[in-house]
Nanobody, 117 residues
Framework: EVQLVESGGGLVQPGGSLRLSCGAS????????MYWVRHTPWKGLEWVSI????????YYSDSVKCRFTISRDNAKNTVLLQLNSLQTEDTGIYYC??????????WGKGILVTVSS
């Protein structure tokens, strides 16, 4: 059974940082691109970032570019998202997801990130 479990969310002040982690199981992790996707009150569902199979190629949405960093550890079946310079508009639920043919076939349950003073 494929499972994706996010952790690391919470409350942070504007300008602060968080690191999200997603643990994967039930499949050969290194065979798949991995996404982070978020749902915010302002934009709804929004693609945030994607990392390729070996972690040497990454892509970001314009709204998070230069502030967020995606990475992966295939030995630990983990994908990370470092969130820096957080803004109130980054508040939302962050999901880890598995790519399948340029879409998503599995999602985690999500983790809440709240940016507020």
């Amino acid at each position: 059974e494929v499972q994706l479990v996010e952790s690391g969310g919470g409350l942070v002040q504007p300008g602060g940082s968080l690191r999200l982690s997603c643990g994967a199981s039930g499949f050969t992790f290194s065979d798949y691109f991995m996404y982070w996707v978020r749902h915010t009150p302002w934009k709804g569902l929004e693609w945030v970032s994607i990392v390729n199979r070996n972690g040497d190629s990454t892509y970001y949405s314009d709204s998070v570019k230069c502030r967020f960093t995606i990475s992966r550890d295939n030995a630990k079946n983990t994908v990370l998202l470092q969130l820096n310079s957080l803004q109130t508009e980054d508040t939302g639920i962050y999901y880890c997801a598995r790519d399948y043919r340029n879409g998503i076939d599995y999602w985690g349950k999500g983790i809440l990130v709240t940016v507020s003073s």
